[in-house]
């Protein structure tokens, strides 16, 4: 497992080409954090993720503001390191 111990924010993550980097970041064993503004699908996704048995967490935010930005990114170092 490459990513072992690694904390991956990954924005975007709830479809397509984000989600599947998103999985395969939790196969490869890092705790990802799944940013999109649909909550619902991102908290889909993460469920996916937690049933595999990895580590996946949901942050709501619209990365075209700013401010919503900088508050994920303070929440995740805060949370994660």
Do not use: C, P
């Not at 990513?3 to 993550?13: N, S």
């Not at 908290?43 to 994920?72: L, Y």
């Amino acid at each position: 497992m490459k990513f072992q111990g690694k904390v991956i924010l990954i924005t975007g993550a709830a479809r397509g080409v984000g989600k599947v980097i998103t999985k395969w970041f939790a196969q490869e064993g890092a705790t990802v954090i799944i940013n999109d503004i649909d909550l619902q699908e991102g908290e889909k996704v993460a469920q996916q993720i937690n049933q595999e048995g990895f580590k996946a967490f949901v942050i709501k935010a619209d990365v075209s503001k700013s401010a919503e930005v900088e508050a994920m990114i303070h929440k995740v170092i805060n949370t994660y390191g």
